[in-house]
């Protein structure tokens, strides 16, 4: 079974900076894309970045030029590195795997972590 676990949100003022990291463990043999969603209150989940297997990066326009997703996947490890923050950059944080091939030669789809609160105060 593969678990995701995020790391790193907290408290932060506006103009600041927090550092997201998000850790796979199980028998992992290959992970294809990574991503970072949030959830504000009373707001559907979004998609905030995706990185493919081999580095490719994607991002909301919200958050172009701003954050910066990286992954490595000797440690199985996708980062989310988060400048100039905005209130509205608020909410909960979830790291997902879209499909993750495991050792014994099968695979799971769809992984979500537990999420981790963002919060930024003007």
């Known amino acids: 079974q593969v678990q995701l676990v995020e790391s790193g949100g907290g408290l932060v003022r506006a103009g600041g900076s927090l550092r997201l990291s998000c850790a796979a463990s199980?028998?992992?043999?290959?992970?294809?894309?990574m991503a970072w969603y949030r959830q504000a209150p009373g707001t559907s989940r979004e998609l905030v970045a995706t990185i493919s297997s081999s580095g490719t990066p994607i991002y909301a326009d919200s958050v172009k030029g701003r954050f910066i997703i990286s992954r490595d996947n000797s440690k199985n490890l996708v980062t989310l590195q988060m400048d100039s923050l905005k209130p509205e950059d608020t909410g909960v944080y979830y790291c997902?795997?879209?499909?993750?091939?495991?050792?014994?030669?099968?695979?799971?789809?769809?992984?979500w972590g537990q999420g981790t609160l963002v919060t930024v105060s003007l």
């Open positions: 199980g028998n992992i043999f290959r992970i294809n894309n």
């Open positions: 997902n795997a879209d499909e993750v091939w495991l050792l014994l030669g099968t695979r799971q789809s769809d992984v």
